[in-house]
Protein backbone atom coordinates (compact mmCIF):
# COMPACT_ATOMS: atom_id res chain seq x y z
CA UNK A 1 0.00 0.00 0.00
CA UNK A 2 1.55 3.12 -1.16
CA UNK A 3 1.99 6.34 1.50
CA UNK A 4 -1.00 7.61 -0.11
CA UNK A 5 -3.19 5.02 0.27
CA UNK A 6 -2.38 4.71 4.01
CA UNK A 7 -2.63 8.62 4.75
CA UNK A 8 -5.96 8.52 2.86
CA UNK A 9 -7.21 5.33 5.08
CA UNK A 10 -6.18 7.08 8.31
CA UNK A 11 -8.24 10.24 7.44
CA UNK A 12 -10.80 8.63 6.81
CA UNK A 13 -10.58 6.60 10.34
CA UNK A 14 -10.31 10.01 12.08
CA UNK A 15 -13.60 11.48 10.38
CA UNK A 16 -15.34 8.68 11.32
CA UNK A 17 -14.21 8.69 14.86
CA UNK A 18 -14.68 12.55 14.94
CA UNK A 19 -18.52 11.67 13.23
CA UNK A 20 -18.39 8.77 16.39
CA UNK A 21 -17.94 11.36 19.17
CA UNK A 22 -20.23 14.10 17.91
CA UNK A 23 -23.09 11.50 17.88
CA UNK A 24 -22.50 10.32 21.28
CA UNK A 25 -22.57 13.45 22.47
CA UNK A 26 -25.33 14.15 20.77
CA UNK A 27 -26.94 11.33 22.09
CA UNK A 28 -25.85 11.92 26.05
CA UNK A 29 -27.30 15.49 25.55
CA UNK A 30 -30.29 14.44 24.32
CA UNK A 31 -31.10 10.81 26.36
CA UNK A 32 -31.24 9.09 22.45
CA UNK A 33 -30.24 5.72 22.86
CA UNK A 34 -29.23 3.92 19.52
CA UNK A 35 -32.30 2.07 19.44
CA UNK A 36 -34.60 3.78 22.05
CA UNK A 37 -37.62 5.20 21.80
CA UNK A 38 -38.73 8.97 22.61
CA UNK A 39 -41.66 10.62 23.34
CA UNK A 40 -43.04 13.41 21.39
CA UNK A 41 -45.84 15.19 22.79
CA UNK A 42 -48.17 17.07 21.04
CA UNK A 43 -50.33 20.45 21.68
CA UNK A 44 -53.76 21.68 20.68
CA UNK A 45 -53.97 24.83 18.97
CA UNK A 46 -54.62 27.70 20.48
CA UNK A 47 -58.62 28.02 21.11
CA UNK A 48 -59.12 24.27 20.45
CA UNK A 49 -59.83 22.68 24.08
CA UNK A 50 -61.67 20.46 22.52
CA UNK A 51 -60.32 19.22 19.96
CA UNK A 52 -57.09 17.62 20.49
CA UNK A 53 -56.56 16.35 16.98
CA UNK A 54 -56.26 20.19 15.92
CA UNK A 55 -52.66 20.72 15.67
CA UNK A 56 -51.13 24.39 14.50
CA UNK A 57 -49.42 24.24 11.16
CA UNK A 58 -45.80 25.49 12.91
CA UNK A 59 -46.29 23.04 15.79
CA UNK A 60 -46.53 20.58 13.00
CA UNK A 61 -43.17 21.87 11.33
CA UNK A 62 -41.31 21.59 15.01
CA UNK A 63 -42.56 17.58 15.27
CA UNK A 64 -40.93 17.08 11.92
CA UNK A 65 -37.89 18.95 12.97
CA UNK A 66 -37.49 17.01 16.45
CA UNK A 67 -38.46 13.34 14.17
CA UNK A 68 -35.28 14.48 12.38
CA UNK A 69 -33.33 14.72 15.47
CA UNK A 70 -34.17 11.62 16.52
CA UNK A 71 -33.50 9.39 13.92
CA UNK A 72 -30.13 11.58 13.52
CA UNK A 73 -29.74 9.49 17.57
CA UNK A 74 -30.50 6.25 15.75
CA UNK A 75 -33.85 5.81 17.88
CA UNK A 76 -37.53 5.96 17.24
CA UNK A 77 -40.02 7.94 18.13
CA UNK A 78 -44.07 7.94 19.63
CA UNK A 79 -46.05 10.74 18.85
CA UNK A 80 -48.99 11.17 21.38
CA UNK A 81 -51.13 13.96 22.58
CA UNK A 82 -50.85 15.00 25.56
CA UNK A 83 -54.37 14.19 27.37
CA UNK A 84 -53.36 10.25 26.08
CA UNK A 85 -50.24 9.84 28.38
CA UNK A 86 -50.38 8.46 31.94
CA UNK A 87 -46.53 7.81 32.58
CA UNK A 88 -43.65 9.45 34.70
CA UNK A 89 -40.49 10.99 33.54
CA UNK A 90 -37.05 9.44 33.02
CA UNK A 91 -37.95 6.34 31.22
CA UNK A 92 -37.02 7.83 28.21
CA UNK A 93 -36.59 10.77 26.42
CA UNK A 94 -39.54 13.69 26.19
CA UNK A 95 -40.36 16.31 23.93
CA UNK A 96 -43.02 18.39 25.08
CA UNK A 97 -44.10 21.48 22.75
CA UNK A 98 -46.38 24.09 23.81
CA UNK A 99 -47.26 26.10 26.87
CA UNK A 100 -49.22 24.69 29.45
CA UNK A 101 -52.80 25.64 28.43
CA UNK A 102 -51.86 23.73 24.98
CA UNK A 103 -50.07 20.82 26.50
CA UNK A 104 -51.43 19.58 29.59
CA UNK A 105 -48.28 17.59 30.27
CA UNK A 106 -45.90 20.69 29.94
CA UNK A 107 -48.51 22.35 32.79
CA UNK A 108 -47.34 18.82 35.08
CA UNK A 109 -43.72 19.40 34.64
CA UNK A 110 -43.80 23.21 34.61
CA UNK A 111 -45.98 22.39 38.31
CA UNK A 112 -43.61 20.14 39.58
CA UNK A 113 -40.09 21.02 38.42
CA UNK A 114 -40.57 25.19 38.04
CA UNK A 115 -43.09 26.31 40.69
CA UNK A 116 -41.00 29.76 39.60
CA UNK A 117 -43.00 30.03 36.57
CA UNK A 118 -46.39 31.02 35.44
CA UNK A 119 -48.27 32.21 31.92
CA UNK A 120 -51.85 33.08 31.41
CA UNK A 121 -53.02 33.30 27.33
CA UNK A 122 -55.16 35.87 25.88
CA UNK A 123 -57.75 33.41 24.82
CA UNK A 124 -58.50 33.64 28.38
CA UNK A 125 -60.99 35.70 29.25
CA UNK A 126 -59.41 39.57 29.54
CA UNK A 127 -55.71 38.15 30.64
CA UNK A 128 -52.74 38.75 28.65
CA UNK A 129 -50.65 36.45 27.26
CA UNK A 130 -47.63 36.34 28.97
CA UNK A 131 -44.47 34.57 31.15
CA UNK A 132 -44.58 35.28 34.75
CA UNK A 133 -40.80 34.17 35.80
CA UNK A 134 -39.99 35.36 39.55
CA UNK A 135 -41.36 38.79 39.80
CA UNK A 136 -40.98 39.37 36.38
CA UNK A 137 -43.28 39.48 33.25
CA UNK A 138 -42.61 38.62 29.65
CA UNK A 139 -45.75 39.61 27.70
CA UNK A 140 -46.29 39.06 24.35
CA UNK A 141 -46.61 42.00 21.89
CA UNK A 142 -48.53 40.70 18.67
CA UNK A 143 -46.60 40.60 15.48
CA UNK A 144 -42.92 42.27 17.06
CA UNK A 145 -42.32 40.10 20.49
CA UNK A 146 -43.19 36.23 21.61
CA UNK A 147 -41.54 34.15 24.34
CA UNK A 148 -39.64 30.57 24.79
CA UNK A 149 -38.57 29.12 27.39
CA UNK A 150 -36.81 25.94 26.40
CA UNK A 151 -35.83 24.18 29.61
CA UNK A 152 -34.32 20.54 30.21
CA UNK A 153 -35.54 18.65 33.22
CA UNK A 154 -32.84 16.16 34.30
CA UNK A 155 -33.63 13.27 36.40
CA UNK A 156 -30.97 11.70 37.78
CA UNK A 157 -27.89 9.58 36.34
CA UNK A 158 -30.22 6.85 35.16
CA UNK A 159 -33.33 8.35 33.90
CA UNK A 160 -33.29 10.48 31.00
CA UNK A 161 -34.28 14.34 29.91
CA UNK A 162 -37.38 15.83 29.79
CA UNK A 163 -37.14 18.78 27.63
CA UNK A 164 -39.90 21.76 27.60
CA UNK A 165 -40.54 23.50 24.07
CA UNK A 166 -43.21 26.39 26.08
CA UNK A 167 -43.56 30.00 23.71
CA UNK A 168 -46.41 31.74 23.85
CA UNK A 169 -47.34 31.00 20.21
CA UNK A 170 -47.10 28.01 17.78
CA UNK A 171 -44.30 30.49 16.17
CA UNK A 172 -41.79 30.73 18.58
CA UNK A 173 -42.51 27.26 19.91
CA UNK A 174 -40.94 26.28 16.23
CA UNK A 175 -38.55 28.75 17.22
CA UNK A 176 -37.32 27.25 20.36
CA UNK A 177 -37.01 23.47 18.36
CA UNK A 178 -35.01 24.91 15.66
CA UNK A 179 -32.54 26.55 18.34
CA UNK A 180 -32.36 23.25 20.24
CA UNK A 181 -31.07 21.26 17.27
CA UNK A 182 -28.63 24.30 15.98
CA UNK A 183 -27.32 24.76 19.55
CA UNK A 184 -26.94 21.86 21.54
CA UNK A 185 -23.44 21.83 21.26
CA UNK A 186 -23.25 24.96 22.83
CA UNK A 187 -25.90 23.97 25.06
CA UNK A 188 -23.63 20.65 26.07
CA UNK A 189 -20.99 22.28 26.96
CA UNK A 190 -22.43 25.07 29.03
CA UNK A 191 -24.92 23.12 30.43
CA UNK A 192 -23.19 19.37 30.82
CA UNK A 193 -25.21 16.28 30.08
CA UNK A 194 -27.07 15.62 33.16
CA UNK A 195 -28.44 19.75 34.55
CA UNK A 196 -31.65 21.43 34.46
CA UNK A 197 -31.76 23.75 32.89
CA UNK A 198 -34.45 26.82 32.02
CA UNK A 199 -33.42 29.48 29.19
CA UNK A 200 -35.85 32.19 27.77
CA UNK A 201 -35.63 33.11 24.33
CA UNK A 202 -37.44 36.29 22.28
CA UNK A 203 -38.63 35.56 18.79
CA UNK A 204 -38.70 38.95 17.02
CA UNK A 205 -41.03 40.61 14.53
CA UNK A 206 -42.80 37.33 13.86
CA UNK A 207 -45.33 38.19 11.62
CA UNK A 208 -42.11 39.06 9.29
CA UNK A 209 -39.48 36.57 10.14
CA UNK A 210 -41.37 33.84 11.66
CA UNK A 211 -39.57 31.85 13.64
CA UNK A 212 -35.71 32.65 12.13
CA UNK A 213 -34.95 35.95 14.68
CA UNK A 214 -34.05 34.87 17.83
CA UNK A 215 -32.33 36.47 20.70
CA UNK A 216 -31.53 34.91 23.80
CA UNK A 217 -33.04 36.92 27.11
CA UNK A 218 -32.00 35.25 30.58
CA UNK A 219 -30.75 32.00 31.96
CA UNK A 220 -33.86 31.94 34.00
CA UNK A 221 -33.60 28.46 35.91
CA UNK A 222 -32.96 30.04 39.23
CA UNK A 223 -36.09 31.53 39.48
CA UNK A 224 -38.27 29.00 37.68
CA UNK A 225 -36.75 26.02 40.47
CA UNK A 226 -37.95 28.80 43.20
CA UNK A 227 -41.12 28.54 44.44
CA UNK A 228 -43.06 31.96 45.21
CA UNK A 229 -43.17 33.20 48.58
CA UNK A 230 -46.42 32.61 49.94
CA UNK A 231 -48.91 36.07 50.31
CA UNK A 232 -48.68 37.73 53.66
CA UNK A 233 -51.80 36.44 55.92
CA UNK A 234 -54.32 39.36 56.81
CA UNK A 235 -55.31 40.34 59.86
CA UNK A 236 -58.76 39.05 61.04
CA UNK A 237 -61.01 41.69 61.58
CA UNK A 238 -61.92 42.70 64.54
Not at 205 to 210: A, F, I, T
Request: hydrophobic share 45%; net charge neutral; charged share 20%.
Amino acid sequence: MTSSAVSAALAWLLQALLRRRRLDRKRAFFGLRSGGDALLVVPRKAGSADNDRIVAQNDVYGLMELSALVYECDAQYTVLPANQIRQGIGDRAEFCIGGPLANERTAAHLRLKFPGFSHTAEWEATKANEFVIGETHYAREAGVADYVLLARIAVGAQGLPTFLICGQTAVSNLAGVRHLRRAYRELSHKHGTDSTFALLFKVLQPDNYGSDVVEFVADVTKPVLQAPAPAPATAASE
